[in-house]
T-cell receptor, first 113, second 115 residues
Framework: KAGVTQTPRYLIKTRGQQVTLSCSPI?????VSWYQQTPGQGLQFLFE???????NKGNFPGRFSGRQFSNSRSEMNVSTLELGDSALYLC????????????FGPGTRLTVT | AQSVTQLDSQVPVFEEAPVELRCNYS??????LFWYVQYPNQGLQLLLK??????LVKSINGFEAEFNKSQTSFHLRKPSVHISDTAEYFC?????????????FGQGTILTVHP
């Protein structure tokens, strides 16, 4: 099976803009989780979707949102970008209905200038 | 809430030496445990998992980890490391029940293998 894919791989945006990142899970995986990775804060959970429903959410401001489509593909959106949003955004998918064993994509490197 | 502590931020070793990367967790409920490895400019690769059964789990490339419930630990070991094992290693936990899809990670341990 193909692994988790994320597009784009690299992105440069300006403060105040918005951005949409895309994630295609492993075929058959219905749980999709998103994480932010920064040198200072490490890996932090953003949210998880299963069957188009957000089941869990991390401690991030409302500028961070996501959605999942009927084919399990997921997108996350960040509005009104801040410099501190510069990070590697990782998507992971799981075959487990509880989202336990997760397989990660290569990530999207977002730079905000 | 769960938390994970990786006791060493950096571990330098020589090639063919043994290594142990330490991980402790805290949780009030049962957890499932994982080790992930990250190479530069890449995503995370699942290295080992403990879901149930034998407390000693092994990977295909020689790593092993042992779940110790009484000490709330899940240390990663390899008897003989290679240059190619140089990477950052993350310990992660997820609580059983309703922690849907939420892995909690440690801060990572950078393993550097010297020739």
């Amino acid at each position: 099976k193909a692994g988790v894919t994320q597009t784009p791989r690299y992105l440069i945006k300006t403060r105040g803009q918005q951005v949409t990142l895309s994630c295609s899970p492993i075929s058959g995986h219905r749980s999709v989780s998103w994480y932010q990775q920064t040198p200072g804060q490490g890996l932090q959970f953003l949210f998880e979707y299963f069957s188009e429903t957000q089941r869990n959410k991390g401690n991030f401001p409302g500028r961070f949102s996501g959605r999942q489509f009927s084919n399990s593909r997921s997108e996350m959106n960040v509005s009104t970008l801040e410099l501190g949003d510069s990070a590697l955004y990782l998507c992971a998918s799981s075959e487990s209905p509880q989202g336990y064993e997760q397989y990660f994509g290569p990530g999207t490197r977002l730079t905000v200038t | 809430a769960q938390s994970v502590t990786q006791l060493d931020s950096q571990v330098p070793v020589f090639e063919e030496a043994p290594v142990e990367l330490r991980c402790n967790y805290s949780s009030s409920v049962s957890v499932y445990l994982f080790w992930y490895v990250q190479y530069p400019n890449q995503g995370l690769q699942l290295l080992l998992k403990y879901l149930s059964g034998s407390t000693l789990v092994k990977s295909i490339n020689g790593f092993e980890a042992e779940f110790n419930k009484s000490q709330t630990s899940f240390h990663l070991r390899k008897p003989s490391v290679h240059i190619s094992d140089t990477a950052e290693y993350f310990c992660a936990v997820i609580a059983g029940g309703t922690s849907y899809g939420k892995l909690t990670f440690g801060q990572g341990t950078i393993l550097t293998v010297h020739p």
